[in-house]
């Protein structure tokens, strides 16, 4: 008679259940680094907006409400430098937007060299703002050895000192030449994305290169300019070291922004209450002009589906 050897009964050991974590509490993490690096100093700011606070008298700081607010809405000097402000942002946009899809235009269309031009035309977007301050200042609008003194000087004409009687056209210009790179890329990576059928088949129903432009290239371009208006929006009004290593603001305060206007009260003036105030108006300045021109960009496009 034969044994059947007896099987285990016994169930094999269950998995160890790790740590399951949410998408959210892996999001959290960052959350909480951008609130502390971000969200903590804006609320300081805020706090501080509403107190007379100088670091010459840092004891003495009392309530004053929304005074810092109605000084700097109130005086004709601060309402130009709001001005100066948004015809910075304003004009500068322009122009990086035209120019830029321009060049992002140019370097769709295939011919020999292109690698190399794309690559110069970047190499400015590279530069750190002091330092196109500086080139611009030195190499390119000083009135004695400028390159363009020396163009203007060649053609028979009068040197022109260009910072001092053209101060904001001359910073709208290399902040323009600093930030057209950017625009182009953007423009360039959403022209590079329209697909060559319905061009073709423009082409095929007669349509004229204007009116491929404005209906079947513009309409696609609509979400690659709203990111460089968005984009910079935010950034041209924080602009600082162009104008810090260029003109100082002046002459008088035709070149001041409110960023460097922060800069001079806090830094030099020492006034902390003033300087938040400023801060706070920038943000929101900043938060209005980027919402108007993201709307305006979105009725465009339901226009133009429509």
């Known amino acids: 008679m034969t044994t059947v050897p007896a099987t ?31 969200q903590v100093p804006f609320f300081m700011t805020v706090y501080y907006s509403f107190f007379r606070y ?4 840092p004891g003495n700081r009392p309530f004053i409400g929304l005074t810092n607010y109605q000084n700097l ?9 709001l001005l100066n402000t948004v015809v910075l942002a304003g004009g500068t946009l322009l122009l990086t937007l035209v120019i830029g899809a321009l060049l992002a235009l140019l370097l769709n269309r295939p011919f020999p060299g292109r690698s190399l031009l794309r690559t ?3 190499s400015s977007f590279l ?8 080139i611009w200042k030195n190499m390119l609008l000083n009135p004695v050895f400028g390159f363009f003194s020396w163009l ?24 323009t030449w600093e930030w057209t790179p950017f625009a182009m890329l953007i423009l360039l990576t ?12 423009a082409r095929l129903d007669g349509a004229s290169p204007w009116q491929e432009f404005q209906h079947i290239v513009l309409p696609h371009w609509t979400q690659a300019i709203q990111v460089v208006v968005l984009m910079e929006t935010i950034a041209l009004l924080q602009v600082y070291g162009e104008i810090y290593g260029s003109t100082s603001g002046g002459p008088g305060v035709a070149t001041t922004n409110l960023p460097y ?20 108006i920038t943000v929101i300045l900043t938060n209005l002009l980027a919402v108007y021109l993201l709307r305006m960009l979105g009725r465009s496009r339901s226009s133009q589906g429509g």
């Open 190 to 201: 959403g022209l590079q994305s329209l697909p060559d059928d319905q061009l073709e088949a």
């Open 54 to 57: 100088n670091l010459v008298e």
């Open 261 to 280: 206007f922060i800069y001079q009260r806090a830094f030099a003036e020492y006034n902390i209450g003033l300087a938040s105030a400023a801060g706070v």
């Open 152 to 175: 203007v000087t060649h053609f028979g004409g009068t040197p022109v000192d260009w910072l001092a009687q053209y101060p904001m056209a001359s910073v709208i210009a290399m902040i």
């Open 73 to 81: 809405l109130t005086d004709p000097q601060n309402l130009r430098i």
């Open 120 to 122: 110069l035309l970047i």
């Open 127 to 134: 530069v750190m703002p002091v330092v196109t301050a500086v």
């Open 8 to 38: 285990s009964t016994h169930a094999p050991p269950a998995p160890k259940r790790g740590l399951k974590l949410s998408p959210a509490a892996l999001i959290w993490p960052a959350m909480l680094y951008l609130i502390l690096t971000t």
